[in-house]
């Protein structure tokens, strides 16, 4: 059984940092490339940072892009999101994901929460 587990998420102030975790299991977690999605408040989720494997490309959305850092450790298998000067509208929840080739099964965590106060 395959679950993401996010954690991390809290209030801050703009400007402050939060490191997001989104721990992995039941995953061939060295072979799945791993996003974060962000889903303000009445808004659609939408993709904020992508992570390859094995290269470890990234991918950032604009709105995040010299913020944000994702990156991965294949050991732990676990994902991680460090954000860094956030904004009010940074405000929302943060799932990951993971797409699973040998099933074609792409899984969702829950997600965290993040609040940035102004």
């Known amino acids: 059984q395959v679950q993401l587990v996010e954690s991390g998420g809290g209030l801050v102030h703009a400007g402050e940092s939060l490191r997001l975790s989104c721990a992995a299991s039941g995953l061939t977690f060295s072979n799945s490339p791993m996003n974060w999605w962000h889903q303000a408040p009445g808004k659609e989720r939408e993709l904020v940072a992508a992570i390859t494997t094995p290269s470890g490309s990234t991918w950032y959305a604009d709105s995040v892009k010299g913020r944000f850092t994702v990156f991965r450790d294949n050991v732990e298998n676990t994902v991680y999101l460090q954000m860094n000067s956030l904004k009010p509208e940074d405000t929302g929840a943060y799932i990951c994901?993971?797409?699973?080739?040998?099933?074609?099964?792409?899984?969702w965590g829950r997600g965290t929460y993040v609040t940035v106060s102004s």
């Open positions: 994901n993971g797409y699973s080739a040998p099933s074609r099964n792409t899984y």
